[in-house]
């Protein structure tokens, strides 16, 4: 007996009740395979630490726990951001004051609107005559 057959025997004998002849043969084979039987052990202690006993269980108070933790992960996301800004607001408020000095500097007046660079609406009061274009007429005009 090969030591295939052997550990193919001797995972069978786990499962179910193996005759007295196959049990003499994988004695044998145990005696006959040098390092067969530590393997065939090691073997056998992993099958018995992979059954399980009871159910799974993520343990008590799972769920808060998840929850806990997000919110927390959020919150701590925040202050990464908060500390961001914080750490280069005095930088950002210089860059807009340098351009709103140019703005100024190259407005051509000096009230509000220019400054912040608005310029105003410009629509079609309805007082005012709209000229339409109507687009059947070059279509018929041959």
Not at 81 to 93: P, S
Not at 130 to 139: E, I, Y
């Amino acid at each position: 007996m090969n030591a295939t057959e052997a550990e193919n025997l001797f995972i069978r004998s786990l499962d179910e009740d193996i005759s007295e002849a196959e049990r003499q043969q994988l004695s044998e084979a145990l005696r006959s395979h040098d390092g067969l039987a530590q393997q065939l052990e090691k073997h056998r202690t992993l099958r018995e630490r992979m059954v399980r006993k009871d159910n799974a269980s993520f343990g008590p108070y799972f769920a808060q726990k998840v929850i806990n933790r997000i919110q927390s992960l959020r919150t701590e996301i925040d202050d990464q951001i908060v500390f961001f800004f914080r750490k280069y607001q005095l930088a950002a408020i210089g860059i807009f004051v340098a351009l709103l000095a140019i703005n100024i500097l190259f407005a051509e007046q000096v009230d509000v609107a220019s400054v912040l660079g608005l310029q105003e609406a410009s629509t079609v009061s309805a007082d005012e005559d709209v000229l339409s274009f109507d687009f059947l007429q070059p279509l018929t005009n041959e």
